[in-house]
């Protein structure tokens, strides 16, 4: 293995950090929209089909047929999980805070691990299980608050969200060298078909057809699309240290646009969660980068 130079380290950083800035503003707009979720997810799905269109069509070119082909069934599987994520993610929305809903999400990296027990073989060192044990103690705070104000089945979509993002990050890895990015626009497809069987209406007002249309058009395949490459240049450790920027700053744009208070139960039990994600992914990053030391030629 080789040690990543300082050019690919800091290309790898740079996208990570800006795929993650650009995705921040997700939960704000649906907060902005406020559609039912079901109509959310019909407006989500099909702009955000528009979007991966046209990232492909400037990607791969001549290529989009060939790499739609490529996915086969494993991709197929992973556009209905992502589905299914996302349909999860859209009602935690509705019917919890944000901020629970991203604290919660953020545990998908430890779900991916215990999955990938079963579906890769990889075994889960002594840190996971204690960042597992440390989260979930985070999460019974977060659920008691949910239990006492009724936002307890949105928590419980929030867990659907992080296993389902959890999965997918498994099959991708799963599917390696093939490039799954084509499963995650097809997705769209059929995220839309479901919120055209459930929505009662499909109405928005146009400013938020605009707003949908920024976030399914831009925001969310260029925040995907740099999500997806960054772990080619730096640890999947150092992304997932990134990604956590979404967990703090998501909430923060919905508090400062709307008020919207998570309250103290939330905080204290956001806090051990996120305080078992960082210490969980500074000690990867650390093991990591001692590997590649170990294993880069003597000069």
Known sequence: ?????PRDQAKGLVLAVLGVLILTPDTLIMR???AEPWTTLFWRGAMMTVGFVLLALVWYRGRTVAAIRAIGGLGLLISVIWTCNTVFFVVSIS????????IIVALAPLFAAVIGIAALGEPVRPRTWLAIAVAFAG?????????RTGALVGDLAAVGT?????????????ARPVDMTPAVGLSGITTALAGLVGAHSLALPPEGVLMMAGLGILILPLSFAMITLAPLYIPAAEVSLVLLLETVLGPLWVWLALAEDPGPRTLIGGGVV????LLHSALSLRASRQQRRAAAPAL
């Open 95 to 102: 019917l919890t805070s944000v901020a629970n809903t991203l």
């Open 139 to 147: 999460i019974a705070v977060i659920f008691a608050d949910g239990w």
């Open 274 to 277: 996120l305080a078992a994600l």
């Open 1 to 5: 293995m080789t040690h990543p130079s």
């Open 162 to 174: 992080a296993v389902g993002l959890a999965a997918h990050f498994v099959l991708v890895r799963a």
């Open 32 to 34: 902005l929209v406020g």
